[in-house]
């Protein structure tokens, strides 16, 4: 597996700078660049964190190249879907929007968003073979696009090398051991858990309510949210209600921090071990100068899979149809994409396109390899527009299997029922 | 010539009358109308569909949980939402540090509901948060307070007090001022102490400030929103879950569906002016001492 990775590495490189150095001619080519001078485009996006001073420099870094002037609002994610559903019917919507995959399947059905024809893509440049599926697919709804990944956020575990010397869990080489199983995971936690210090924590802040974690560990026991035909909810059916159990035991045996705690501010103080978590916390873990390591996420049930959450480009519907701002929006797309690597160095996140994968700055890094190196075991959300809605009706009901205040089978079987009884 | 006068006094209210029934009456009256209907933010399209939204309240237990969670947030804040000031306002009405210590008090008020939140959501974390740091050294082990069922609400009426208390001691002080001094000069005449004098003239003659203080409260308690969904976000589980954020939920994360939030907000409505018909009924005769 690691070899063919690496085979498929190289040859990406090499046709990845050779489209680097393609585009790079021609954003430099003085006629491209004054036939767009006069566009501008409205861009909306969630990054609020430090990727946002980021996305500021390459879209500084856009506009200087190529003449295209990008007015960006930058909206947290949730005000921003529900700007996106009132503004885009009223024709008010902006011309590029980013959202998360999970997001695509409701504003498809919805009619908010522009569907993407296929050859629109391969005129740009687009090709699946430069995609890994999970990013690929995320932009289908129904079989038709809907959007274009970006990058991929996903999960990592992340090992804290002071908790973890001190509960003699690290290797002669200095590196902390990496639990292999669900089994020696809990028995590593324990090792390690104290009055205030705790073995093993899924998810940023307010453990109990994490849904993507608990997303995650239900698709590594193959289970899911709907039954593959997307018309029935799948988490009252054994295999999600093990992974519910296993939810449930992590608090009640005090091996993970109570459900409310902040997980990054415990693994920073030194309080939280092992860490599973996404991958726009690394950086940060690096300004806070916390030693850590980050190993792939391990394989705690059947399958060694990852919950991935691709960021991706959409064209809000407009009131009236504007050739040359989507152009421009294109043109922004094509740029990011082929800059992309740039965008993963200070960014901290994985480009959907493989071509950057193999870029020397991003293989140098020991994180951004390990990201890397779960690309094969990447897996999103399912495509349904009920999606959100349901994932809003797990939030409350895991965080009461979380801290025992149900039944773990009782509760998914509630929780079921709820999201069975979502309109359609 | 007085019907003249009439219409010219319509003259000068009509704009503010114009923007009160744009920006206030016709929204209260689309949000009946949507309430009936299956109305969905972003959808053009949508159909009457009768009473189904408010019979499905009957149903939704989640909005169960949710009211009796306001009533007992209601209950049980208003006992110290309406002492704690007061006896705040008694003890600043007088003394030296009192301009100092009336600005510190007043203070929290000043900050938004997020700021509030987000601090006390970090001095409460259970784990790196100094609250349990001290509780531990002083008392005893700490807890999760905020994620154990039995004290998560309890937590949010604290923070709450802390926040409002402020605002509530300014209005006191206020009524303390109106009391004539003499009062308590003839009161201390007659050999009354500080604790007689606090219920036989304070507290009778502050009454109307202390209506006004309870009825506003009561209202603003059906409300509560913003506490709760910086702290809890409701929960653990369902434990905090209020009125108006299973609305927000209904109308803004679920599915955008404006028909059935529309319904819990009359619901809400209803009862928020029947506790306030009621309140006034009931405190009307003793109002004008």
């Known amino acids: ?424 | 010539m007085a019907r003249r006068r009439g219409l010219t006094a319509y003259g000068f209210l009509a704009p503010g009358l114009l923007l009160f029934a744009a920006f206030r009456v016709y929204p209260l009256l689309d949000g009946l109308r949507l309430s009936f209907t299956n109305a969905r933010l972003g959808r053009p399209a949508q159909a009457f569909v009768g009473l189904a939204n408010y019979e499905r309240l009957l149903e939704d237990t989640r909005f169960h949980v949710s009211l009796w969670n306001t009533l007992f947030y209601t209950v049980a804040s208003t006992l110290p939402i309406l002492a704690i000031p007061l006896l705040l306002a008694v003890a600043l009405n007088r003394g030296s540090m009192r301009t100092v210590l009336r600005g510190a008090f007043f203070f929290p008020f000043t900050l938004s509901v997020v700021t509030v939140g987000l601090t006390w959501l970090w001095l409460l974390d259970p784990v790196v948060g100094p609250f349990n740091y001290y509780f531990g050294w002083l008392v005893g082990p700490g807890r999760s307070w905020l994620s154990e069922p039995g004290t998560a609400m309890w937590v949010i009426i604290a923070t709450t007090v802390w926040w409002v208390a402020g605002y509530y001691l300014v209005i006191y002080l206020a009524g303390l001022q109106d009391i004539p001094r003499d009062l308590y000069e003839s009161a201390a005449l007659d050999g009354a102490g500080a604790i007689r004098s606090f219920w036989a003239i304070t507290l009778p003659l502050l009454r109307p400030v202390l209506l006004f203080v309870f009825v506003t409260h009561i209202i603003g308690s059906f409300q509560i929103f913003g506490q709760v969904f910086i702290l809890t976000q409701g929960g653990p589980g369902d434990s905090t879950r209020t009125v108006v954020q299973h609305l927000y939920e209904t109308a803004f994360q679920n599915f955008f569906a404006f028909g059935a939030a529309s319904a819990m907000a009359w619901v809400l409505f209803a009862i928020i002016l029947a506790f306030s018909l009621l309140q006034f009924r009931l405190l009307r005769g003793h109002t004008e001492l």
């Open chain 1, 1 to 424: 597996m690691s070899e063919r990775h690496a085979g498929v590495s190289r040859r990406t490189f090499v046709t990845g700078a050779a489209a680097a150095a393609g585009a790079t001619w021609l954003a430099r080519d003085p006629r491209r660049a004054a036939a767009q001078t006069k566009a501008t485009i409205t861009y909306w996006n969630g990054l609020t964190g430090a990727d946002g001073k980021v996305m500021d420099e390459l879209i500084d870094q856009f506009t200087k190249e190529t003449g295209i002037k990008i007015e960006q609002q930058r909206i947290p994610w949730a005000d921003l879907y529900a700007k996106l559903q009132v503004s885009v019917p009223a024709g008010e919507g902006p011309d590029l929007a980013l959202i998360h995959t999970v997001e695509v399947p409701h504003f498809a059905s919805d009619g908010v968003l522009e569907v993407i024809d296929e050859s629109a893509m391969s005129s740009r440049g687009f090709r699946a073979a430069d995609y890994l599926p999970a990013t690929w697919q995320g932009g289908i709804f129904e079989g038709k696009r809907y959007s274009v990944a970006l990058d991929v956020p996903q999960h990592v575990l992340y090992l804290n090398v002071k908790v973890m010397k001190e509960a003699g869990l690290v290797g002669a080489d200095g590196r902390p051991k990496v639990p292999a199983s669900r089994e020696e995971l809990v028995q590593m936690a324990k090792q390690m858990a104290k009055s205030d210090t705790f073995g093993f924590g899924i998810g940023t802040v307010a453990p109990g309510r994490y849904t993507w974690g608990f997303h995650n560990l239900l698709w590594q026991n193959g289970a899911n949210v709907f039954t593959a035909d997307l018309k029935r909810s799948a988490l009252a059916e054994p295999a999600a209600v093990e992974v519910a159990d296993f939810w449930a035991s992590l608090f009640g045996q005090k091996i993970a921090p109570p459900s409310n705690a902040s997980c990054r501010d415990a693994f920073i103080a030194g309080k939280l071990g092992m860490w599973i978590a996404g991958s726009w916390n690394f950086t940060g873990l690096r300004e806070a100068k916390v030693d850590f390591t980050a190993a792939p996420l391990p394989r705690l049930f059947k399958q060694p899979v990852v919950w991935s959450m691709p960021h991706q480009f959409t064209f809000p519907k407009p009131k009236g149809a504007d050739a040359t701002k989507r152009d421009a929006a294109w043109t922004h797309i094509r740029w990011m994409t082929d800059h992309v690597a740039d965008w993963t160095l200070k960014a901290g996140q994985i480009s959907a396109s493989r071509k950057a994968h193999a870029d020397p700055r991003i293989t140098a890094d020991p994180v951004l390899r390990v990201l890397m190196s779960q690309g094969a075991s990447w897996q999103v959300g399912q495509p349904t527009p009920r999606w959100v809605a349901a994932e809003n009706l797990t939030r409350p009901v895991i965080e009461s299997i979380y801290i025992g205040q149900k039944p773990a089978r009782a509760a998914m079987e509630d929780l079921a029922r709820q999201i069975n009884a979502l309109p359609v």
